[in-house]
């Protein structure tokens, strides 16, 4: 077995304000990760029981921070709209033509939005992506009233007093 690559000495002293700076949990354990070797000399198997890791990830940070420096131990942030058609502010233009047509009590039809879109990204999508975005802009699916909105309560029920049954 080969002897492991030293840390630098300086590492050391820098290593404890970076555990107080750590942001988020998963920083942390990765400075522990790197601290624990220089300070208390622990081996890899010791630092992966300690932290709950596998020994091959523990190399795979010690040897990335050799490497790379403090730049290694600093976490990217995850997630993100990586295949998005359009932004958020895109979709969003696109939509208030839509959205205007709704306030004014017109039936919107998921198809039209859908051919829109089409075209504004210069292919076919599936009908998911525009419920999907619909949804992300805090529209829901509703149905048209059974009843018409200025309708006479008193007037119905009168006929249906009056009128001869079928």
């Not at 976490?75 to 958020?88: D, H, I, K, P």
């Not at 292919?123 to 018409?148: I, Q």
């Amino acid at each position: 077995m080969r002897t492991p690559t030293p840390i630098p000495e300086e590492a050391q002293v820098a290593l404890l304000p970076l555990l107080k700076q750590a942001k988020g949990k998963r920083e942390y354990q990765r400075v522990l990760c790197i601290w624990l070797r220089a300070a208390m000399g622990m081996p890899p198997a010791d630092i992966a029981q300690a932290l709950g890791w596998s020994l091959g990830y523990v190399k795979q940070v010690q040897a990335r921070y050799l490497r790379e420096g403090e730049s290694a131990l600093k976490v990217e942030q995850r997630g993100g709209r990586y295949r998005e058609n359009l932004s958020v502010r895109e979709e969003t233009a696109l939509l208030a033509p839509f959205f205007e047509k709704a306030e004014r009590g017109e039936l919107l039809l998921v198809t039209e939005i859908k051919r829109a879109y089409e075209v504004r990204v210069g292919r076919k999508v599936p009908k998911s992506t525009l419920y999907r975005l619909l949804d992300r802009h805090g529209w829901r699916k509703l149905a048209p009233r059974p009843f018409h909105p200025k309708a006479d309560q008193a007037a119905q029920e009168a006929f249906k007093k009056t009128s001869p049954s079928s």
